[in-house]
């Protein structure tokens, strides 16, 4: 039977829990998610305390990362979602996310709603990917997708 989380606390723990692991056992994301089957920036997500893992996926990536039985369990519910507490962003890396969304989110609305017209992009029928790729003028670059369906507002 699918649980729910009401109180974030047993999820942060175990994130915290699991990425002790993670570092103890020399462990990359990419590792971790081949062992869940699923893709690295889902699992990561998950073990971070933002999804549920499938049955079989917990029990591998728990088994991989040490973690018991409860573990498993836990990385199963449905957690109570949102990775930054109030307030803005502290961490410099998370920070400049809320910067992009900070001075291009109205125009990021502004599109979509000319091209969909009124509505969301969801954050379930979602996927995510990062990737680094040779930046021409010297050194790198980080290219993430954010692939969300575009659900439109009904009027009811």
């Not at 462990?27 to 079989?56: C, K, M, N, R, Y």
């Amino acid at each position: 039977m699918i649980q729910a989380q009401f109180d974030p606390t047993a999820r942060q723990a175990l994130a915290t829990a699991a990425v002790d692991a993670k570092a103890r056992r020399d462990l990359s994301w990419q590792q971790i998610s081949d062992a869940s089957g699923l893709s690295v920036a889902f699992t990561t997500a998950a073990v971070l305390g933002q999804h549920p893992l499938p049955e079989e996926s917990a029990k591998s990536v728990a088994a991989l990362l040490g973690l018991d039985e409860d573990a498993a369990l836990l990385l199963q519910s449905v957690p109570t979602r949102g990775s930054i507490p109030g307030g803005i962003p502290t961490d410099p890396t998370v920070y400049r996310f809320y910067e992009m969304l900070q001075v291009y989110g109205t125009t990021l609305k502004a599109l979509v709603h000319e091209q969909f017209g009124d509505g969301i992009i969801s954050a379930i029928n979602f996927t995510l990917d990062v990737k680094k790729v040779a930046d021409p003028e010297g050194g790198e670059r980080a290219v993430i997708t954010l692939n969300g369906k575009y659900l439109p507002t009904k009027p009811f």
